[in-house]
């Protein structure tokens, strides 16, 4: 059993469109991170929430900690092909020395 | 800087072989971290390395063992592999200091078959 769940699992859009990945938990984390993971590739730390209710805005990236702590929405305006890519959210507890990845979510944006 | 560099990057084995997965990092982080990434199942943490000298179990450590070398050196080494095994490994480096979120910087990958 996954502790941070990811949905959806495989998005395909085209060029131009809106998109919003989940991450939800029962676990609260006192930080939580987005990465973006490109083919061949090792993952690369887009963004830290470390506040419950903080939304951080990396151009066309939203990111948003649930006011809980619990969960994360990643919401991509205007999708660019460059987008593509697998997305992986990773919690950090208090008192534990590594973190916790979902599954990820693997974005396909076609031109 | 080269960041964190892992070796080799592509490697195939035989069911039993042994082999060591070598990680650098020059950014003077104190944890360092194996994990291995298999299709749909994001990143499983094997073992971490919080400081130099230590060492503990992640989410999935069997038929895995490793040496914190130095501050900048992590190994992993697997003994008799088995095709289960079969991934592509990661190593990352974290800052632990007081201000840290446990950010994580990651080299590019091992990708390892095991026939």
């Known amino acids: 059993t996954q502790l941070l769940e990811q949905s959806p699992q495989f998005l395909s859009i085209q060029e131009g469109e809106n998109l919003t990945v989940y991450c939800n938990s029962s676990s609260v984390f006192s930080s939580l991170q987005w990465y973006r993971q490109e083919p061949g590739e090792g993952p690369v730390l887009l963004v830290t929430v470390v506040t419950g209710g903080e939304v951080k805005k990396l151009k066309r990236l939203t990111f948003q900690f649930g006011d809980a702590r619990k969960d994360s929405s990643l919401h991509i305006t205007a999708a660019q092909p460059g987008d593509t890519g697998l997305y992986l959210c990773?919690?950090?507890?208090?008192?534990?020395?590594?973190?916790?990845f979902g599954s990820g979510t693997r974005l396909q944006v076609q031109p | 800087n080269a960041g964190v560099t892992q070796t080799p990057k592509f490697q195939v084995l035989k069911t039993g072989q042994s082999m060591t997965l070598q990680c650098a990092q020059d950014m003077n982080h104190n944890s360092m971290y194996w994990y291995r990434q298999d299709p749909g199942m994001g990143l499983r943490l094997i073992y971490y390395?919080?400081?130099?000298?230590?060492?503990d179990k992640g989410e999935v450590p069997n038929g895995y063992n490793v040496s914190r070398l130095n501050k900048r050196e992590f190994s992993l080494r697997l003994e008799s592999a088995a095709p289960s095994q079969t991934s592509v490994y990661f190593c990352?480096?974290?800052?632990?200091?007081?201000?840290?979120?446990?950010?994580?910087?990651f080299g590019p990958g091992t990708r390892l078959t095991v026939l």
């Open positions: 990773a919690g950090d507890r208090t008192g534990r020395r590594a973190l916790t």
């Open positions: 390395s919080a400081s130099e000298g230590t060492t």
């Open positions: 990352a480096s974290s800052s632990s200091g007081v201000s840290s979120y446990n950010e994580q910087f």
